[in-house]
């Protein structure tokens, strides 16, 4: 830097490193150049994507995995419009994002240009905030308030438009990178907490539903002291699970899905229901709350959305370890509640017992997931790409650790499970990981194979193979009698992995699955695993669930 002026770009990453960002994810553009140089000469890593919108996949999954925003990069226009999806996956999952992207120069912005268009208003609706940088000096603010909105309460994806004229602008004499802070956790009113404790002291059928803010806030240990000190059953989402051990005794397992499956009957008899971190885009409450008069205390770091289904009796806004523990205090003991908590645990576990019996080829779903289960430990990844495999990961995968069992359940975006995971190894190097995504999601962002062989990111990917959009086939044969347009050819999965230097598997007996995935799993590579799935098994869980309606509800 001695024999040049320091730019603005340098100045860019100069606030990123004070920020803590150790990885961004991107492609460079013409108008991004001096950005991606000043990157190559800082303590960030780089990581070169195949796609943008794989790009914006990892920064998420990183966010998620860290609580720290996970940032992404591209050139203007196309590139930009690229980050949009992962972008708006982030928000909706409540998860830490910076998307910065290039722009075309301030010298004409106000006019018809080649590559131009209106990125801020373009990202405005999917993000918390979204902003111009306009000018070389409002870069240290604009960065800070970007990193503070994206991971406070509730957090979010940031997006900033960088003009290329502004990029390779000399930074004003002076100016440098604002200090990190961050918020202290704080105690809950005590009115609050006495009128919540009222309500407990109270009910006769209490269960505590955990959501994402509760994993977010690496509340894990306070909700079970809370359940065990009350005695009182636990539900999860799918963005919670794991934070509450799928093996405790006080476990239901996780809710969200189906309208009645078997989770759903530890809500049938509740008076109270603890929201612990419930978010509502995580599922619609009208599911555990169908007539709207069960009493809801709401424990979270900000008030709930507004829903007929979801009348918030009292709300505890603050920490939530921290409303946990003084709740509890204030309930003191109270009997046995959640009758229905063993016989839920009884069923879920029979289910999974029985796919892990079953031999049938191609595999049942309930099968995969017992198999995968037994493949991984207990702090390894499973990231779950939306589809009809997502059901069954979510409702029979027994997770016990937080963010260990990944799933997008706010925008249920396909295909973000490949690129998710490169962040996934790089966030946590010591945890295998594993994709489960269908044959439809996996050819979206496959290109993203290259980059973890080149990065370095061993993995394994486990396609669950029907030749078709199969929760599509699914939805169509449920409520029309019949599918149409769901149907597609793929190719060889083996030899499309070892086009690309991975390993690649074929299953061809469901005894063949689990010994592969060890072997997958040992291997310090990228592996392709092809595995066909017989969803035949979706139109009997609808009928087991519609029988166990009669007998538990």
């Known amino acids: 830097m001695a024999d040049r002026a320091r ?23 013409e108008e991004n150049i001096r950005l991606v140089e000043a990157l190559a000469e800082s303590s960030i890593e780089y990581v070169l994507t195949r796609h943008e919108q794989g790009a914006s996949f990892m920064a998420e999954t990183y966010g998620r995995l860290t609580g720290r925003a996970g940032v992404c990069s591209a050139t203007l226009g196309p590139g930009a419009i690229n980050l949009l999806l992962g972008t708006a996956d982030a928000t909706t999952n409540s998860t830490p994002v910076l998307a910065l992207s290039a722009q075309v120069g301030m010298n004409r912005n106000y006019k018809e240009s080649h590559q131009s268009v209106d990125l ?143 989770v759903n009957f530890g809500f049938d008899q509740a008076d109270v229901i603890v929201a612990v971190g419930y ?105 779950v790409d939306t589809g009809a495999l997502k059901m069954w990961m979510a409702r029979l995968y027994p997770t016990y650790e937080p963010n260990t069992c990944l799933i997008s359940n706010g925008l249920s975006t396909m295909a973000w499970t490949v690129p998710g995971a490169i962040a996934a190894k790089i966030a946590r190097p010591q945890a295998k990981v594993l994709v489960a995504t269908g044959d439809g999601a996996f050819l979206m962002n496959s290109q993203e194979i290259e980059t973890a062989l080149r990065v370095g990111t061993p993995m394994v990917i486990l396609i669950w193979v029907d030749d078709a959009y199969g929760l599509i086939s699914w939805k169509m044969d449920l409520e029309i009698g019949h599918n149409v347009e769901t149907g597609f ?29 060890r072997t997958a799993l040992d291997a310090d590579t990228v592996s392709v695993i092809a595995c066909p799935v017989d969803y035949s098994a979706n139109r009997d869980l609808i009928a087991s669930l519609g029988e166990l309606d009669d007998t538990l509800s």
């Open 7 to 29: 730019s603005t770009a340098h100045l860019i990453v100069e606030c990123l490193e004070r920020e803590g960002v150790t990885h961004v994810f991107g492609i460079p553009g």
């Open 120 to 262: 801020v208003a373009m990202f405005e609706p999917v993000t918390k905030w979204s902003a111009l940088v306009a000018t070389p000096g409002a870069v240290p603010e604009m960065v800070r308030k970007a990193f503070k909105l994206a991971q406070t309460e509730r957090p979010g994806a940031v997006y900033l438009a960088v003009p290329e004229d502004v990029e390779e602008a000399d930074a004003p004499d002076g100016s440098v990178a604002l200090p990190v802070n961050v918020p202290r956790p704080d105690d809950p009113a005590p009115g609050q907490v006495e009128r919540a404790a009222a309500i407990l002291r109270e009910s006769r059928n209490p269960v505590v539903l955990a959501g994402h803010g509760a994993a977010r806030a690496d509340a894990g240990a306070a909700l079970r002291r809370f359940a065990e000190r009350l005695d009182v059953p636990v539900a999860t989402t799918f963005h919670g699970k794991g934070v509450f051990a799928d093996d405790h005794p006080l476990a239901l397992g996780a809710v969200g899905f189906m309208r009645h499956d078997y």
């Open 279 to 383: 978010e509502l885009q995580e599922f619609d409450p009208v599911r555990i709350n169908p007539r709207g008069d069960v009493r809801i205390i709401h424990v979270h770091r900000f008030p709930a959305e507004v829903d007929a289904h979801y009348d918030v009796a009292v709300g505890l806004h603050s920490d939530i370890t921290r409303s946990l523990d003084v709740l509890a205090d204030a309930v003191g003991g109270r009997a046995g509640a959640g009758a229905h908590s063993e016989r839920i645990r009884e069923l879920l576990t029979a289910e999974l017992d029985r796919g892990r019996a079953d031999d049938r080829f191609p595999l049942a779903p309930a099968r995969v997931v017992a198999d995968t289960r037994a493949a991984l430990g207990r702090e390894d990844i499973v990231l």
């Open 489 to 517: 050819g793929n190719p060889d999965f083996v030899a499309y992995a070892e086009s690309f230097g991975a390993t690649g598997y074929r299953i061809t007996s469901a005894e063949e699955l689990l010994p592969t995935l």
